[in-house]
Nanobody
Framework: QVQFVESGGGLVQAGGSLRLSCVSSRSMFNINGIGWYRQAPGKQREFVAAITGAGRTNYADTVKGRFTISRDNAKNTVYVQMNSLKPEDTAVYYC?????????WGLGTQVTVSS
């Protein structure tokens, strides 16, 4: 089962930016869709953004226009650039395959946005 290691989270003020990274244990050339998900305290994990092997992207309405997902297959890494961050973006961010999270969930990376 593919595994993922997320990094890049931190504490940022509202309006700030962060770039998250996720490294896959499996070659990204063998993974079609991969996505970012997040879970806020007391809430269920939700979809954030995804990118296919062909480079097609999909975003949750809540982040559209602010977040940009990208991938580097040679580095087995997927990124999400998060701009104009809001306090409601505070969550633990994870990556996994998309549209079905078939891999093992990693520890995630905490993003905290202060108002």
């Amino acid at each position: 089962q593919v595994q993922f290691v997320e990094s890049g989270g931190g504490l940022v003020q509202a309006g700030g930016s962060l770039r998250l990274s996720c490294v896959s244990s499996r070659s990204m050339f063998n993974i079609n869709g991969i996505g970012w998900y997040r879970q806020a305290p007391g809430k269920q994990r939700e979809f954030v953004a995804a990118i296919t092997g062909a480079g097609r992207t999909n975003y949750a309405d809540t982040v559209k226009g602010r977040f940009t997902i990208s991938r580097d297959n040679a580095k087995n890494t997927v990124y999400v650039q998060m701009n104009s961050l809001k306090p409601e973006d505070t969550a633990v961010y994870y990556c996994n395959t998309w549209p079905y999270p078939a891999g093992s969930w990693g520890l995630g990376t905490q993003v905290t946005v202060s108002s």
